[in-house]
């Protein structure tokens, strides 16, 4: 018996290792496409010994949905935040990057990284327009690429769909966790 809790110990720690050697990131965002195409992400994190696996689906630490997605996930149990807006389309629905609870809690120095990577883009895209449309599909180029987080008109009415959906009217507010983007934020103003 002792065996076999030495042995499950041991290959809990070894997936924790390998979990915490690598990062898992949606691809498809236009910031995402700009911090891949530059690099930034991945040679700040591998300094500290952390691969970035860029990727479109799969079991991903950071991935981009609407609010109402993020909505869906929490009423099905998933226990995520909305770290970031990657974007703001015509009708004012918002992209957002979401992160699960645990990974924020677990690795926030890493979650800055993704974050602080991101607003990078985001300046670098909507201070060269024609660069960026380069790198970027010319869809991506027009998009609002808000940053931070969603304004009272957006929570209002992801308040009204999380009411829809027997949740919390506040849940969207407290969905969206903005305390790693004041820390980037903060640092990047430095």
């Known amino acids: 018996m002792k065996q076999h809790l030495l042995r499950f110990a041991l290959l809990l ?37 952390v691969q970035v696996r860029w990727a479109e689906e799969g079991k991903l630490d950071f991935t981009g949905a609407s609010g109402t997605a993020a909505l869906n996930a929490r009423a099905a149990g998933g226990a995520i935040k909305a770290v970031y807006v990657l974007w703001r389309d015509a009708t004012g629905n918002d992209q957002l990057l979401l992160a699960s609870e645990s990974f924020l809690n677990a690795r926030p120095q890493d979650a800055q990284a993704v974050i602080a990577a991101f607003e990078r883009a985001r300046n670098w895209i909507a201070a060269n327009p024609e660069d960026a449309a380069k790198v970027l599909t010319e869809g991506a180029t027009r998009r609002n690429l808000a940053g931070s987080r969603p304004g009272p008109a957006q929570l209002a009415a992801l308040g009204g769909k999380a009411r829809e959906l027997g949740l919390d009217a506040h849940l969207p507010g407290q969905l969206l966790d903005d305390s790693l983007v004041r820390a980037v934020m903060v640092g990047s103003t430095r």
Request: proline share 3%; glycine share 6%; aromatic share 6%.
């Open 13 to 49: 720690a070894a997936s924790i290792s390998a979990q915490a050697a690598e990062i898992s990131i949606d691809s498809t965002s236009p910031a995402a496409t700009v911090v891949r195409h530059f690099g930034w992400l991945d040679a700040e994190l591998a300094s500290r010994g």
